[in-house]
């Protein structure tokens, strides 16, 4: 339990440390984009994949249950809602954990095994800031943005599939999925990825800026990297939910 603290209370530490860097100049927008080109641009096919196949899925699953007790037309409302509420933006985060966690934590571990970051501080640069700061931005500018291609990659399968079912419309499908759809059942749960875009981003920045066991850090860095912002994704993901379910009353969360 000590050691549970210990880390708790260092990542923590590590945490507000990128917050309190993100104010200060001088502000690393190059490396910012070229970040947010690596985390999200080339994230794109892998979410988009992911949530097509789980749209196609989900739809053949549910179908026959709904159909069976007469309520084939709530197809689409189920699809958008299970996919905007929860589905897109917890899937979205653990692909995002595990693609681009692992690889923030083996890059720095390697830059701190090979001393790369010790030649940047000699030079002046702020190693934190030019190399943790905008990669946990990056992350949480991106996640959002990841979380709507998954959102309606799996409902546009969701389409396919229930079209080659029962011959439904587009217009139709969409009209359906969206009628029961408002915005407390969309907005806040795509943002509350920004929040498993800063666990992902520190957990795996700390795990690979802070890493001292030579080329051995390199790949424990890369695995406790996805481990552990896995774990807070879904540990936070609960407490997310909650505090939304409180803030909007009412709505289907």
């Known amino acids: 339990m000590t050691k549970v603290f210990e880390f708790v209370g260092k990542v923590s530490q590590f945490g507000f440390q990128v917050i309190a860097d993100l104010f200060r100049t001088p502000f690393e927008g190059d490396q910012l984009v070229r970040e947010l080109a690596e985390i999200g641009s080339q994230s794109v096919p892998l979410i988009v994949a992911s949530g097509f196949a789980l749209g196609a899925v989900m739809t053949l699953h549910t179908r026959s249950t709904l159909v069976t007790f007469g309520a084939a037309a709530e197809i689409p409302t189920v699809q958008s809602l299970a996919f905007f509420v929860e589905i897109g933006p917890l899937v979205a985060g653990l692909l995002l954990a595990g693609r681009v966690g692992s690889g923030i934590g083996a890059v720095l571990a390697n830059m701190r095994v090979t001393e790369q970051i010790d030649a940047i501080e000699s030079l002046s640069v702020d190693s934190f800031k030019f190399l943790v700061v905008p990669r946990v931005l990056a992350c949480v500018i991106a996640l959002p943005l990841l979380t709507l291609f998954m959102d309606f990659s799996g409902l546009l399968a969701g389409f396919v599939a229930?079209?080659?079912?029962?011959?439904?419309?587009?217009?139709?499908?969409?009209?359906?999925?969206?009628?029961?759809?408002?915005?407390?059942?969309?907005i806040p749960p795509t943002l509350k990825t920004a929040v498993f875009g800063f666990l992902i981003g520190t957990v795996s920045a700390y795990f690979g800026y802070t890493t001292n066991e030579g080329a051995r850090g390199v790949g424990k860095a890369a695995t406790n990297?996805?481990?552990?912002s896995s774990l807070l994704i879904i540990v936070s993901d609960v407490v997310l939910v909650k505090c939304i379910a409180f803030a909007f009353p009412g709505t289907a969360l």
Do not use: C, G, M
């Open 162 to 186: 229930e079209h080659a079912a029962s011959q439904i419309s587009f217009h139709l499908y969409i009209t359906r999925a969206f009628a029961s759809v408002d915005w407390p059942n969309f």
């Open 225 to 228: 990297s996805v481990v552990v």
